[in-house]
């Protein structure tokens, strides 16, 4: 019985599936396949059930691969207190990052982060909110800069800052003229939004009252239409397709030639902004660097916390 074949066993009963499981482990299908088979037979028991397409734990199976969690967990902190041993600044610290947070925060800090801690390499990894939690807690990454709220079980997290929300309309729109915009006004408006699965999407849903109300029935927001990106939002914007909500650090309030940004009058909706990492996690002093580093910076809209 090995590291690796645990880490094989986790991977399929997370993905439900042998071939996404062995891309996730990056190894050929056959490689991870026989290696379960071995770990099989090796323990008497069978872990999966197969059968079509569906890859189901036994009873059995499902108590092996908790106990394997556990094993890999206590392994990565044995690693993790050699590190802290040796120095917690050197090796490279595995930061997670939401999609709407990674584009406008990490330009800010990786230089400042490679002269201040050069020993300590960032090693980065863009995703959704309920991946990056699952990563940090199966050991796959140490920390993530993530939006409040998300399931902090086994998790420790640390505030890093507020942003604001502002409102993005095309140049031509009436509101231009406007400094403010009153959340209650965005139920007249095509909305854009991001598409389910990005935290921001509910952020702005659950922050607006009125676009949230509305967004559920056909008689409020008049039209809501999906986005990928951020960045593909503001282009359908600047096309006239409609209005958006933005995070502050991603706009900048100066003239663009097919924008125009909008401040939210009081109460401003905002976000809590902060960096999580699982609780066994033994480089304290490499979070407290992260942190110092992203409050050394100039952060546009936002409140340091």
Not at 63 to 89: F, M, S, T, W, Y
Request: glycine share 6%.
């Amino acid at each position: 019985m090995t590291l690796t074949e645990l880490r094989y066993i986790i991977a399929v009963a997370r993905e439900k599936h042998f071939g996404r499981a062995a891309e996730a482990c990056f190894v050929s299908q056959p490689t991870l396949s026989v290696s379960i088979k071995k770990l099989e037979s090796e323990l008497g028991v069978m872990i999966f059930e197969r059968g079509g397409n569906e890859i189901a734990l036994t009873p059995i199976g499902e108590n092996i691969v908790q106990q394997a969690q556990r094993v890999l967990d206590a392994a990565n902190q044995i690693k993790e207190i050699a590190d802290q041993g040796r120095d917690p600044l050197r090796g490279a610290l595995r930061l997670g990052v939401i999609y709407t947070i990674g584009p406008y925060l990490l330009p800010r800090i990786i230089k400042s982060m490679i002269e201040r801690f050069p020993a300590m390499p960032l090693i980065l990894q863009e995703n959704f909110t309920v991946r990056l939690v699952e990563m940090m807690r199966t050991g796959e990454i140490d920390v993530s800069i993530l939006a409040d709220p998300f399931d902090t079980t086994g998790l420790d997290t640390l505030p890093l800052y507020d942003e604001d929300f502002v409102v993005a309309v095309p140049k031509k729109h009436p509101w231009t003229k406007k400094q403010q915009i009153a959340s209650v006004d965005l139920k007249q408006e095509t909305m854009l939004l991001l598409g389910v699965g990005h935290c921001f999407r509910d952020q702005v849903l659950e922050v607006c009252p009125e676009a949230a109300r509305f967004a559920a029935n056909s008689a409020g927001i008049q039209k809501t239409f999906e986005g990928s990106s951020l960045e593909t939002i503001r282009h359908m914007v600047a096309e006239g397709l409609g209005i958006t909500v933005l995070p502050r650090m991603s706009v900048s309030l100066d003239d663009d030639p097919l924008l125009k940004f909008i401040t939210f009058a009081s109460p401003v909706p905002n976000r809590r902004i902060v960096l999580a990492w699982r609780k066994s996690f033994s480089r304290d002093r490499a979070i407290d660097a992260l942190r110092e580093v992203i409050h050394s910076v100039e952060l546009p809209g936002c409140k340091k916390l």
